[in-house]
């Protein structure tokens, strides 16, 4: 029998290691590991293959920090005066960065003969000393109670926090009289039980609610949450927070929602549990004593058009830990009228999954009857304004007609005279008005039509550079402004030509109030049309004046109809242009952006892709 073979001889069989309820190992008179149990290789990661003297740290160090010899440990003490040693205390470290503190005792294996034939060691983990101690210097303890504890109700230590929510004196505590679970309310016996066996199965237990019998008699609701730290003991460690002070603050907000009609829900997404407050029992429709089992009762008293909705917004909500905002109404005919609003949070577990949510609800039926009343009343105004905008363009298209007609067939004027005649001064004035009424009218049509999302394009394919020059000319020739001020700016020549996939009529509409407003708001100075292709499958136009320019605070409601940078009393329109050319570079799939600065000038900047995506 060699050494290795007397030393675990002299401890009898190697399953003994295994029954004892801490770490152990066996090392042998050298300080080689010969033997360890499965709590050993856990706790200080050995293997069959590691050498001496008994775990792979690379460093040992009192609890102070101060560095540590391995021949002061435990195990080389009792193998150098082959004597047992006292519990030693100390940290040891892996190169990691991973630190266990541990408390060591070490005994010596003698043989018959008095000869050393090694020793064993027992190590236990101050982890959840560690933790309790940490969180009692932190002055966590006086805010909740923490405990140490095995699964069948003895207590091993407890702060004075616990022991004052449950009534108990610490002399009890350590007599063995007090146990908490002869404390726990006999309702609430098998939940602890089930949390017990989640945190043997996951290593902790999720915190849940229930209430302790003080020694009074008297309940008290606590929040108890606890964690393995002693798998082969069995022991927990876990902390227990007073709820009956939130309980009493709770009632005081039920009550102020109450009287505000504003209903409470929580849902627990891994039980399905539902718990409503009475106020959402009423606005649901439900009697006072009714409380859903799980989510999908809840959905059930949902109308079928939303229902799918709503589940949809919940698993959203959850899975995104966002949060979750709906409206909706029921299902009974009785109550189809009414319109709830709810908006809840989502909260996490250790994982960051969501898990629970929890939320309000309110009536919001008489909102609802304000906005269908709205949109009837806008509904109406469109139908006034499409009608209206159809009437007046008959009379106005004849009268255009006819005062060009009446134009084209006016002499023409005698070479030495230099002022027009007074009738072609008047048929011209009828026209340019009757054209600015025209557009006027168009533009009241266009936004009937964008209001109900019934802005069509026709796209044909478009000589990007042609569409451009084409308007400059035809805008200087029928725009008094534009015939000495209005400058085309074109990139170098391209071969062959750009073309685009645009709606032209509608692009020139574009083109058409971004210019207009150029002249209207550019104090009479020269106004540019620029374009150019900034990048692959794009083209930028630009319109630049140099005018009064446009206040910040105004820019953001700029492109809203019937709104405006600056006062109508100054300047004439509807307010409409703008709101229009966004909408069509919109449906193109472009953008329209702007550059401004007080007296300087305003550049509205066109990005469109050449071709629809």
């Not at 020793?119 to 932190?138: I, N, Q």
């Not at 008293?301 to 409206?327: E, G, K």
């Not at 085309?488 to 709606?503: Q, R």
Request: one cysteine or more; aromatic letters at 6%.
């Amino acid at each position: 029998m060699n050494g290795t073979d007397a030393t675990i001889g002299m401890l009898g069989a190697r399953d003994l290691l295994e029954g004892l309820p801490l770490a152990a190992y066996v090392c042998d008179a050298r300080g080689e590991l010969v033997a360890f149990n499965a709590d050993a290789a856990a706790l200080l990661r050995l293997s069959s293959s590691d050498a001496p003297p008994y775990c792979p740290a690379d460093e040992f160090a009192t609890l102070t920090g101060t560095p540590l010899r391995r021949e002061d440990t435990a195990v080389a003490l009792a193998l150098r005066t082959r004597a047992r040693t006292p519990a030693q205390t100390y940290a040891i470290g892996w190169r990691d960065g991973r630190q266990l503190r541990v408390r060591e005792t070490a005994r010596p294996v003698l043989g018959l003969d008095g000869s050393l034939l090694g020793a064993v060691c027992v190590v236990e983990s101050l982890r959840e000393t560690a933790l309790y101690e940490a969180a009692k210097a932190g002055g966590l303890a006086q805010l909740v109670g923490l405990f140490v504890s095995d699964m069948h109700g003895q207590l091993v230590e407890a702060t004075d926090e616990y022991l004052r929510i449950l009534g108990y004196t610490r002399e009890e505590l350590e007599s063995g009289s007090f146990r908490w679970d002869r404390c726990t309310a006999p309702e609430h016996l098998m939940r602890d039980h089930q949390g017990i066996e989640e945190a043997l199965r996951t290593g902790k237990c999720r915190p849940y609610e229930k209430d302790y019998l003080r020694k009074d008699g008297s309940r008290v609701p606590v929040l108890i949450g606890y964690t393995l730290v002693r798998p082969r003991q069995n022991q927990f460690i876990g902390y227990v927070v007073d709820l009956s002070t939130r309980l009493r603050q709770y009632a005081d907000v039920n009550e102020a929602m109450r009287a505000a009609e504003t209903g409470v829900w929580d849902w627990d997404a891994r039980t399905g549990q539902v718990i409503w407050s009475e106020t959402t029992r009423t606005l649901m429709g439900c009697a006072s004593e009714y409380q859903p089992h799980d989510i999908h009762e809840f959905l059930k008293l949902i109308h079928p058009d939303d229902r799918d909705r709503v589940r949809q917004a919940l698993s959203d909500s959850l899975a995104a830990r966002s949060t979750f905002r709906a409206d909706f109404r029921l299902r009974d005919p009785e109550l189809r009228d009414r319109w709830l609003f709810s908006q809840g949070g989502v909260f996490s577990d250790y994982a960051g999954d969501g898990v629970r949510m929890s939320g309000t609800l309110v009536d919001i039926s008489a909102r609802k009857q304000a906005e269908q009343v709205l949109r009837d009343a806008i509904a109406v105004r469109d139908e006034f304004l499409s009608v209206a905008s159809h009437e007046l363009r008959t009379p106005i298209t004849s009268i255009l007609l006819r005062a060009e007609s009446l134009l084209k067939k006016m002499p023409a004027p005698e070479p030495a005279s230099t002022k027009p005649q007074p009738l072609v001064a008047a048929l011209e004035l009828i026209i340019r008005q009757a054209r600015k009424i025209d557009s006027l009218v168009g533009d009241m049509l266009d936004a009937t039509r964008l209001s109900h999302k019934k802005l069509f394009l026709d796209r044909t394919r478009t000589d990007v550079v042609e569409l451009l020059s084409t308007y400059v000319a035809q805008t200087v020739d029928h725009e008094p402004r534009a015939s000495a001020g209005l400058h085309l700016e074109l990139p170098a020549p391209t071969s062959p030509p750009v073309f685009a996939s645009w709606d032209r009529r509608r692009i020139e509409q574009v083109l058409d109030n971004l210019v207009s407003n150029a002249f209207k708001y550019g104090a009479g100075r020269p106004v540019t049309v620029r374009l150019s292709f900034p990048a692959r499958g794009l083209a930028r136009i630009e319109v630049e004046d140099h005018g009064i320019g446009i206040a910040v605070e105004a820019r953001e409601k700029l492109f809203q109809p019937f709104e405006r940078a600056h006062r109508a009393v100054s300047f004439g329109g509807l307010g409409l242009g703008l709101y229009i050319a966004r909408e069509i570079v919109q449906a193109h799939h472009g953008t329209i952006t702007l550059d401004s600065e007080l007296g300087v000038g305003t550049t509205f900047r066109v990005d469109l892709p050449l071709a629809p995506p």
